[in-house]
């Protein structure tokens, strides 16, 4: 086992094919693969599961993988140290639901550890998108809620998918509205007095499921309905229409300016926002430090 074959398994982790990896490495695909098969025959396990769809991380793979990062750091760590070896780009993946404060933590971790080079990802995506790119590492994080209404349907893909929950916060629902809502003067408002205002969700692709839905109470009829891809024309929406969504109530002014405001939903649910990952990969540093500026962008 070589530091260069680590460095392999690290990079077809992270473009999810033999060929991407191989342009980056700048080998040829051949030569990429006969490496990583040594490396399976010499540790006798399966690192990457092949099938006509292309290549996934087996669970022994996810395990290894986790080791490898935690080898390679280490190694560039003592070749900055004593050798004067120019850092390697950094990275880190992940994915998540629209939510700001997972903006807010991102851009935090960019301004205190991102180097002259760094090769980064911020994946606002739908939520069945998360648990596919947490499970196969394209993310090594993945954030979304749970409530009493999706945990069955969700755990159960978390199971399978050999991923773990973490919770974050526990909020209770409140709506997003223009400033100049009519609703937006009010200290609580109710489902019924929702009824004439356009409802903007997310749109979930294939997966449109109630479960999938990044709004609770989503098995709901609405008189008036828009979905979306993108937090941006959500909000524009929401101003523009008048329209709502449903949502944590934790908005940021710095990303989403003055002109949006949350107001209590009266309803007794609850919504469990937390982060997913593997529980057989050791979480890289950049992740540990993206947990850590999660949760002090929400404490803020």
């Not at 997972?102 to 205190?112: C, G, K, P, Q, S």
């Not at 609405?222 to 524009?236: C, E, G, M, P, Y």
């Not at 929406?237 to 329209?243: E, F, K, P, R």
Request: proline fraction near 3%.
């Amino acid at each position: 086992m070589t530091l260069q074959q680590l460095k392999y398994v690290i990079e077809v982790a992270s473009r999810g094919s033999m060929n991407e990896a191989a342009k980056r490495l700048f080998i040829s695909q051949p030569s990429l693969s006969n490496a990583i098969r040594e490396l399976e025959k010499e540790l006798g396990i399966t690192i990457f599961e092949r099938t006509n769809k292309g290549i996934s991380l087996s669970l022994e793979g996810a395990e290894f993988l986790g080791y490898a990062r935690q080898v390679v750091e280490q190694a560039e760590l003592l070749e900055n140290r004593y050798l004067d070896a120019k850092p390697s780009p950094q990275h880190f993946s992940v994915s998540t639901q629209h939510y700001a404060f997972a903006v807010n933590a991102f851009v935090n971790l960019v301004r205190e550890y991102g180097h002259d080079e760094y090769e980064l990802a911020l994946r606002e995506t739908k939520t069945h998108e998360i648990i596919e790119d947490v499970k196969s590492l394209r993310s090594e994080i993945g954030i979304l809620y749970l409530n009493e209404f999706n945990a069955k349907v969700i755990n159960k893909l978390l199971q399978s998918a050999n991923l773990e929950f973490h919770s974050l916060f526990l909020a209770k629902p409140h709506i997003f509205i223009s400033i100049n809502n009519p609703l937006a003067k009010q200290s609580i408002v109710t489902v019924d007095q929702l009824q004439h205002y356009p409802y903007l969700s997310f749109e979930q692709g294939e997966y449109n499921s109630f479960h999938f839905s990044e709004e609770i109470l989503s098995t709901l009829s609405h008189q008036k309905s828009i979905r979306v891809n993108d937090r941006a024309t959500l909000f524009n929406l929401l101003i523009g229409l008048n329209g709502y969504t449903i949502s944590t109530g934790v908005l940021s002014a710095d990303l989403n300016g003055n002109e949006i405001i949350p107001v209590p939903l009266d309803c007794d649910e609850t919504i469990n926002v937390g982060w997913i990952s593997h529980k057989n990969a050791a979480l890289s540093k950049l992740a540990l430090a993206y947990v850590e500026a999660l949760q002090q962008a929400i404490a803020e």
